[in-house]
Structure formats: structure tokens, C-alpha cells
């Protein structure tokens, strides 16, 4: 499988309800045929893409479910459920840990290791506990504003306590970037009915 993947994040949706969302994508993408029941890697679960060929045109080969705090695991019936305990922590970005993000007021980039950085880094690890409560200051128009709402121009980081994975393409159409209908379907076959979760490009 190739290592690229991009990943689907939904910034807005309150812890509470990611399992939620994440079983109820799940159990219709198992319906309707597009995903296998059970995960193909016990340790780092993703459902292999079977005859669909909006996935196949993709270039998705498997799909992973997020939600902040829980695990996916067998069953016992042929399926998965979706249970409490999990390593989640809701922050998707490069598995280096290298991004950029831009202040959501003034534009400005920040990234870890810059000057002024520690206010990343502690919202960092306060989302890991308190997510409600992680706000980033801008090192240069000092605005204190919330982790979810940093964008990354290049596309490689963004917190949520819902995302989906796809496994096998860097899916560019995704960013609006001369994006087409089938990167519409794409987006609405995965929930994303209106167009805005945060599109994440990483390499695993």
C-alpha cells in the first residue's frame, strides 16, 4: 500500500459525538459494499476499499475512522465495534510533526520551534486533556484564539475530534484546487455534506 494519505478532518464536531459520527460512516460504508467489515491491521486499524469505484478512482485503498478517545476492534460477528480507550488524541499532521500554521486574525505562519511557538505547544498538549480550552496567542498580533479554528496552508495539520483517513493517494482535488465533481462525491459519500472539513496530507 502506498504510504500517502490524506486525511478528512471535521474541526467543528464536539468530542461527544465523534463516535458517534464515526460508527454511523462506518456502518453505511459497510452497507452499501464500499469498505470491509474488519480492519486489516489489528494495531492501526483501516477497512480496505473493496469494488467502489469512486475510491478505486481515488486512489484510496483503505479508509481509517478517527474518533478522539476510542479504538476500533472485532466484534466477534464478522464486524467492528467501536469502543472507549485508544490512543486518538484528535491532532493529524506529518508523522514528523513538522507544520506551519497561519493565525486565523492576522495571517501570521507559526510552526513548533519558532520564536513564540510555546503558546502552540502548550494548546498542543491542552487539547490532549481539555480541548474547550486550547487557545493558541499569536506571537505577533497577540489574539488569543482557538486551536481548531488554525488553518495550514500547506495542508498538514489541523485538530478535530472526528476524521476520516484515506489511505493510498494524496487526494488534491480535495482542497478546492481545481477541485471536481468527483471530489464532491467523494466529499458527500464520506459525510462531508457541505464541503468543509480540514483536508490533512500526510505520509505514513
Known sequence: MSDATTILVDTELE???AAAAAVELYRRLVGEGSIAPLPSNPSDPCFPVLDDPLFAESGV???GLHASG???REDGTGGAVLIDGGRENGIFCPYDGSFCIRCPECNQPLAPGDDGSEALEEALAVWCEAPDSAYVACPS???WTPLT???SPGHDFAVGHFAI???GAHVRSLTG???DHAATLLRHRLGDLASDYT???ARG
Do not use: E, K, S
Request: proline share 0%; net charge positive; glycine share 4%.
Open 141 to 143: 498580533c497577540a489574539n
Open 165 to 167: 483517513t484515506l489511505y
Open 61 to 63: 485503498r483503505a479508509i
Open 177 to 179: 484546487a481545481g477541485a
Open 15 to 17: 468530542r461527544d459525538d
Open 70 to 72: 476510542h479504538r476500533w
Open 149 to 151: 479554528q488554525w488553518r
Open 199 to 201: 483536508v490533512v496530507f
